[in-house]
T-cell receptor, first 112, second 114 residues
Framework: QKEVEQNSGPLSVPEGAIASLNCTYSDRGSQSFFWYRQYSGKSPELIMF????GDKEDGRFTAQLNKASQYVSLLIRDSQPSDSATYLC????????????FGTGTRLTIIP | KAGVTQTPRYLIKTRGQQVTLSCSPI?????VSWYQQTPGQGLQFLFE???????NKGNFPGRFSGRQFSNSRSEMNVSTLELGDSALYLCASSLLRQQDDEQFFGPGTRLTVL
């Protein structure tokens, strides 16, 4: 079983709709969770991080964490064509430990 | 504030050669981590340096090594290159605070081994 799992997609969403990206992790002791966006040919850029159960909102993005079920999700509201990218979920097992374990990413395409 | 910089951006080497990649973190960031990204395996952690010391290491062979200098700049070295080492090598830096310790990635070095 992979430590961090994501549906590879592609996930196609109409412009203006909500895109929902999911990630599950196996290490129950994981402490912090990150969503990165990676455009083709570019390096990952951080969108959001979350470490407490519940929702965290930042503009059009909402991260949701459920430690009991070991999943973290990212919602993108009012999806735009510029949101088309691969979204990487990353998990950090310990605070202060810089080792991130990444999922393989979900490729998202926003259809105009 | 300047971001993470990596040099060179592209490299072409042949099997058996060695290569050194360089990373300059964001000013004030003391932790530097290295990752390998391939289409098949995704992003995999190589190692992390803090205050010139390797603090964490991923599951890579000893051909992969690194170091960090007193100004936090870091280098990684791959010896006896193999075809499978072709990948994008990413460096990330962080402030190393608790909890919200965000890692910021550089543009990467694309290594091709022929």
């Amino acid at each position: 079983q992979k430590e961090v799992e994501q549906n590879s997609g592609p996930l196609s969403v109409p412009e203006g709709a909500i895109a929902s990206l999911n990630c599950t992790y196996s290490d129950r002791g994981s402490q912090s969770f990150f969503w990165y966006r990676q455009y083709s040919g570019k390096s990952p850029e951080l969108i959001m991080f979350i470490y407490s159960n519940g929702d965290k909102e930042d503009g059009r993005f909402t991260a949701q964490l459920n430690k009991a079920s070991q999943y973290v999700s990212l919602l993108i509201r009012d999806s735009q064509p510029s949101d088309s990218a691969t979204y990487l979920c990353a998990v950090n097992s310990n605070f202060g430990n810089e080792k991130l374990t990444f999922g393989t990413g979900t490729r998202l395409t926003i259809i105009p | 504030k300047a971001g993470v910089t990596q040099t060179p951006r592209y490299l072409i080497k042949t099997r058996g050669q060695q290569v050194t990649l360089s990373c300059s973190p964001i000013s004030g960031h003391r932790s530097v981590s290295w990752y390998q990204q391939t289409p098949g395996q995704g992003l995999q952690f190589l190692f992390e340096y803090f205050s010139e010391t390797q603090r964490n290491k991923g599951n890579f062979p000893g051909r992969f090594s690194g170091r960090q200098f007193s100004n936090s700049r870091s280098e990684m070295n791959v010896s006896t290159l193999e075809l499978g080492d072709s990948a994008l090598y990413l460096c990330a830096s962080s402030l190393l605070r608790q909890q919200d310790d965000e890692q910021f990635f550089g543009p990467g070095t694309r290594l091709t081994v022929l």
